[in-house]
T-cell receptor, first 113, second 114 residues
């Protein structure tokens, strides 16, 4: 069974703080993704990575950065958190070229006050 | 880039009725179309997918159809049950490029009334 875990289920941060969200998968997947989920807006891709140290911008990368130093770990960084970054953040992973099914983590609900 | 539109945003049916959710996509190069189900408080999970060389795929009460010419695809759920109540997301992607990056629709909240 694929297991994707995220470092926190709930997080409350203050405006201007640097925030780290971590995602770990245990199935040796090459691809990893970060999404934010807001009501009525679906799943919007922030960044993704298809290999260690490789990253590509998704549809809404502004205000975010990512790090992938190891294959199993993909971190999302909010350099200076703002209230409009209050959201549910979902991490996902998938294999390349065998199946493109994405396996999601449980999500982190981030509140920025 | 790819744009995926999903309709309706909410759908309420009686138990036993059928439910249909429709999506359109913009990039004719898209060739893989998954559907995810997200139950309340849980993570999205793949329920069915279809590739562009196939027009229809069934799995028990769930079916997906694809019309490449019109660039739309649909999810059909027959004999709905209360446990089908969830948010459903369609997505479109191009296999073998961009790490299988998918563009998701905005989601449909399906409520099945007993």
């Amino acid at each position: 069974d694929v297991k994707v875990t995220q470092s926190s289920r709930y997080l409350v941060k203050r405006t201007g703080e640097k925030v780290f969200l971590e995602c770990v998968q245990d199935m040796d997947h090459e691809n990893m993704f970060w999404y934010r989920q807001d009501p009525g807006l679906g799943l919007r891709l922030i960044y993704f990575s298809y290999d260690v140290k490789m990253k590509e911008k998704g549809d809404i990368p502004e205000g975010y950065s990512v790090s992938r130093e190891k294959k199993e770990r993909f971190s999302l960084i909010l350099e200076s958190a703002s209230t409009n970054q209050t959201s549910m953040y979902l991490c996902a992973s998938s294999l390349q070229k065998v199946t493109y099914e994405q396996y999601f983590g449980p999500g982190t609900r981030l509140t920025v006050t | 880039g790819e744009n995926v539109e999903q309709h309706p945003s909410t759908l309420s049916v009686q138990e036993g009725d059928s439910a249909v959710i429709k999506c359109t996509y913009s990039d004719s190069a898209s060739n893989y179309f998954p559907w995810y189900k997200q139950e309340l408080g849980k993570r999205p999970q793949l329920i069915i997918d279809i590739r562009s060389n196939v027009g229809e795929k069934k799995d028990q009460r769930i079916a997906v159809t694809l019309n490449k010419t019109a660039k739309h695809f649909s999810l059909h759920i027959t004999e709905t049950q209360p446990e089908d109540s969830a948010v459903y997301f369609c997505a479109a992607s191009i296999r073998d490029t961009n790490a299988g990056k998918s563009t998701f629709g905005d989601g449909t909240t399906l409520t099945v009334k007993p």
